[in-house]
């Protein structure tokens, strides 16, 4: 069974400093990637996806992600964070077989202080 | 192009009561998925319908149940509520076979007393 671990529950960070939150997942099948974000009392919303091409994938507000199969991680990076970053970021992954459904990490959420 | 919506955004049942949650889904999406999110832990897959039928199942018993409407909209019930059924209930909706673009509704946030 695939699983997947966000290692950080919890990131601060000042504003306008790099940032990045990882993400392990294990497979013994090829897999779609994701991330998504969650703000207070909201959604989630889709950051970035992994489906095939290149390693490095740009997503929304400045993110991205690069897929290691070898470390068989996709961690997240933003190079200047703004306060309106804070939130409930969560990794995600789907089966490249069989039913295919989205297996979440148990998030981290990101604070961004002045 | 619309979202997603859901229905209530919040609901305080008893335990032991039965309750039903809707979703609305994006246009043009033809499969919806339900997920629960507990307290600081991230989504679990409940189920998932295409064409009015349920087409996988997560590890949930089957108190939880669903139905999807020809306009793709869908329910999801839960009977014998248990406080352990509090959470936040996601819907997400999506194209079977498509490029994996689920969209979320804000969620229904259900809490068992």
């Known amino acids: 069974a695939q699983s997947v671990t966000q290692l950080d529950s919890q990131v601060p960070v000042f504003e306008e400093a790099p940032v990045e939150l990882r993400c392990n997942y294990s497979?013994?099948?090829?897999?779609?990637l994701f991330w998504y974000v969650q703000y207070p009392n909201q959604g989630l919303q889709l950051l970035l996806k992994y489906l095939s091409g290149s390693t490095l994938v740009k997503g929304i507000n400045g993110f991205e992600a690069e897929f290691n199969k070898s470390q068989t991680s996709f961690h997240l990076r933003k190079p200047s964070v703004h306060i309106s970053d804070t939130a409930e970021y969560f990794c995600?992954?789907?089966?490249?077989?069989?039913?295919?459904?989205?297996?979440f990490g148990t998030g981290t959420r990101l604070l961004v202080s002045p | 192009e619309t979202g997603v919506t859901q229905s209530p955004t919040h609901l305080i049942k008893t335990r032991g009561q039965q309750v039903t949650l809707r979703c609305s889904s994006q246009?043009?999406?033809?499969?919806v998925s339900w997920y629960q999110q507990a307290l600081g832990q991230g989504p679990q897959f409940i189920f998932q319908?295409?064409?009015?039928?349920?087409?996988g199942r997560g590890n949930f018993p089957p108190r939880f149940s669903g139905l999807q409407f020809p306009n793709y909209s869908s329910e999801l019930n839960v009977n014998a509520l248990e406080l352990d059924d509090s959470a936040l209930y996601l819907c997400?909706?999506?194209?079977?076979?498509?490029?994996?673009?689920?969209?979320f509704g804000s969620g229904t946030r259900l809490t068992v007393v």
């Open positions: 319908y295409y064409r009015e039928e349920e087409n």
């Open positions: 497979s013994s099948v090829s897999v779609y």
């Open positions: 997400a909706s999506s194209l079977l076979q498509g490029d994996y673009g689920y969209t």
């Open positions: 995600a992954v789907i089966l490249n077989t069989g039913f295919q459904k989205l297996v």
């Open positions: 246009s043009g999406h033809n499969t």
